[in-house]
């Protein structure tokens, strides 16, 4: 028995290759199917079958395609409904791995197709289960993705859940394994663990969805202070149900590098110039009106928080030899139409002549000296990070619903822009400046080092 977490930090996300004598299953695997292949053919192993846990809402998953290339069969549990070959698998049903065997608990909960899958060993002994957005290290899949208007509520899709945790999940051996199909970093959850992986006897004892609860106060707990889900994710869940392009055709059409006049021309049709590179180079130069999303920080889940279209075309700046990534990472979260990528980079579009613009910052020390005049300071964390701790005067923009929001900002005025650590911070000054706001500053280093100086803040009483 072979059993290895792929993890993948930008998207919090974690797939699963399990092996035995030969056979191989993947689980909840991304968009580009390369690494599972080989993987595979690296260990002489045919992958059999592809395990869905769910319809993802946060990434397109690579199941289609995987399919195709390996002749694998999609499994999804009770109820799941889509648009190509699936084994619909009934609750209870069990399938051969080499000498393990997998069987399907139906846990609806967090949509009503999740399932988890129960892995057990040579010898017929439970080892492992891999719980999708059902069960979290510390926490529980969030109830309000699957909601139909007049049909059910996210209060009924949590009681769903506190049943299928106590009917399917706790009764299980306290020694087997619990994987995740998320960590910490995931808008699929509130408050999960940075930990992938646990004894589900540690998660009886710690996690409080498998605790002394009530199911009254286990939905009231899940439904309340609950962020609304990023604007993506029912896009992606539609893909995922229905079908998509192959991530060969999304690479044959995107990765092309276009001279300065190229992209100049694109840009003049209304394409999307997203520069992926550090923020400390795009305050430096960047193009005017382009989107900063680096590569350093969550650049998926950030784009498909903010890019609303998915067919928005797109043009990308990136650093040499990272212009596959960022093309692959907007695949994953189902933005395929990207145009290409600006040979030479930033040095190519100020050698052809053409003009840069600078974002305007401001130190910690700069700021406890002078302050910021006359600018109207914009914190752009989260409502609960801002409640912990805020800067005198800050109006609070949470950077997950931006665009959203733009309507309420008055663009005549000067914003003094943070967020935690610099990275939120640059992406809300870009896309203002691309909306015509013409003073915008960045607080280098944001709340964390802002903290530290003698700058007035509201903090939160002492209990």
């Given at each position: 028995?072979?059993?290895?977490?792929?993890?993948?930090?930008?998207?919090?996300?974690?797939?699963?290759?399990?092996?035995?004598?030969?056979?191989?299953?993947?689980?909840?695997?991304?968009?580009?199917?390369?690494?599972?292949?080989?993987?595979?053919?690296?260990?002489?192993?045919?992958?059999?079958?592809?395990?869905?846990?769910?319809?993802?809402?946060?990434?397109?998953?690579?199941?289609?395609?995987?399919?195709?290339?390996?002749?694998?069969?999609?499994?999804?549990?009770?109820?799941?409904?889509?648009?190509?070959?699936?084994?619909?698998?009934?609750?209870?049903?069990?399938?051969?791995?080499?000498?393990?065997?997998?069987?399907?608990?139906?846990?609806?909960?967090?949509?009503?197709?999740?399932?988890?899958?129960?892995?057990?060993?040579?010898?017929?002994?439970?080892?492992?289960?891999?719980?999708?957005?059902?069960?979290?290290?510390?926490?529980?899949?969030?109830?309000?993705?699957?909601?139909?208007?007049?049909?059910?509520?996210?209060?009924?899709?949590?009681?769903?859940?506190?049943?299928?945790?106590?009917?399917?999940?706790?009764?299980?051996?306290?020694?087997?394994?619990?994987?995740?199909?998320?960590?910490?970093?995931?808008?699929?959850?509130?408050?999960?663990?940075?930990?992938?992986?646990?004894l589900l006897g540690d998660q009886k004892e710690t996690n409080y969805a498998l605790g002394d609860i009530s199911r009254e106060d286990f939905i009231s707990e899940l439904t309340t202070g609950i962020l609304p889900p990023p604007q993506y994710f029912a896009k992606a869940a539609a893909q995922n149900k229905t079908g998509y392009k192959s991530i060969e055709d999304v690479f044959e059409g995107s990765i092309k590098a276009l001279s300065a006049h190229d992209v100049n021309g694109l840009i003049d049709e209304q394409v999307l110039v997203l520069d992926t590179r550090h923020q400390d180079d795009f305050r430096v130069a960047h193009i005017a009106n382009s989107w900063f999303l680096g590569?350093?920080?969550?650049?998926?889940?950030?784009?498909?928080?903010?890019?609303?279209?998915?067919?928005?075309?797109?043009?990308?700046?990136?650093?040499?030899?990272?212009?596959?990534?960022?093309?692959?990472?907007?695949?994953?979260?189902?933005?395929?139409?990207?145009?290409?990528?600006?040979?030479?980079?930033?040095?190519?579009?100020?050698?052809?002549?053409?003009?840069?613009?600078?974002?305007?910052?401001?130190?910690?020390?700069?700021?406890?000296?002078?302050?910021?005049?006359?600018?109207?300071?914009?914190?752009?964390?989260?409502?609960?990070?801002?409640?912990?701790?805020?800067?005198?005067?800050?109006?609070?923009?949470?950077?997950?619903?931006?665009?959203?929001?733009?309507?309420?900002?008055?663009?005549?005025?000067?914003?003094?822009?943070?967020?935690?650590?610099?990275?939120?911070?640059?992406?809300?000054?870009?896309?203002?400046?691309?909306?015509?706001?013409?003073?915008?500053?960045?607080?280098?280093?944001?709340?964390?080092?802002?903290?530290?100086?003698?700058?007035?803040?509201?903090?939160?009483?002492?209990?």
């Amino acid at each position: 028995m072979y059993i290895e977490q792929l993890y993948t930090g930008c998207l919090s996300e974690a797939a699963y290759y399990i092996e035995s004598n030969g056979e191989a299953v993947i689980i909840d695997p991304l968009r580009e199917t390369e690494p599972y292949i080989k993987m595979a053919e690296a260990r002489g192993a045919k992958i059999k079958y592809i395990f869905e846990t769910h319809f993802h809402a946060d990434f397109v998953s690579g199941h289609i395609d995987l399919a195709e290339k390996t002749g694998a069969q999609i499994v999804y549990g009770p109820t799941a409904k889509t648009g190509y070959k699936i084994i619909e698998a009934e609750d209870g049903q069990m399938f051969n791995i080499g000498k393990l065997q997998m069987k399907v608990l139906h846990t609806p909960g967090h949509t009503p197709e999740s399932s988890c899958f129960l892995l057990f060993d040579e010898h017929g002994v439970e080892h492992s289960i891999y719980t999708g957005d059902t069960l979290f290290i510390g926490d529980v899949g969030r109830p309000d993705l699957a909601q139909k208007t007049g049909e059910i509520t996210a209060e009924d899709m949590a009681g769903a859940l506190y049943d299928s945790l106590r009917t399917k999940i706790m009764p299980l051996p306290n020694n087997i394994t619990v994987y995740p199909a998320h960590g910490a970093g995931s808008a699929c959850g509130k408050n999960m663990s940075s930990e992938t992986s646990a004894l589900l006897g540690d998660q009886k004892e710690t996690n409080y969805a498998l605790g002394d609860i009530s199911r009254e106060d286990f939905i009231s707990e899940l439904t309340t202070g609950i962020l609304p889900p990023p604007q993506y994710f029912a896009k992606a869940a539609a893909q995922n149900k229905t079908g998509y392009k192959s991530i060969e055709d999304v690479f044959e059409g995107s990765i092309k590098a276009l001279s300065a006049h190229d992209v100049n021309g694109l840009i003049d049709e209304q394409v999307l110039v997203l520069d992926t590179r550090h923020q400390d180079d795009f305050r430096v130069a960047h193009i005017a009106n382009s989107w900063f999303l680096g590569l350093n920080g969550g650049f998926a889940p950030w784009a498909g928080a903010l890019i609303e279209d998915l067919h928005q075309a797109i043009v990308i700046i990136a650093d040499e030899g990272n212009e596959k990534e960022a093309i692959m990472r907007l695949a994953r979260v189902g933005y395929d139409n990207v145009k290409g990528y600006l040979g030479g980079g930033i040095s190519a579009w100020k050698n052809a002549g053409f003009e840069t613009r600078s974002l305007a910052s401001i130190t910690p020390e700069e700021l406890e000296v002078t302050g910021v005049g006359d600018a109207q300071i914009m914190d752009v964390r989260k409502p609960s990070e801002f409640e912990q701790g805020n800067m005198v005067g800050a109006q609070n923009v949470p950077l997950d619903f931006f665009v959203d929001l733009l309507g309420e900002i008055d663009m005549t005025k000067t914003y003094a822009i943070h967020c935690k650590g610099g990275y939120r911070s640059v992406i809300a000054a870009s896309i203002l400046q691309s909306k015509g706001v013409k003073g915008t500053i960045d607080l280098v280093g944001g709340f964390d080092v802002i903290k530290e100086t003698k700058v007035a803040l509201n903090l939160p009483e002492l209990a």
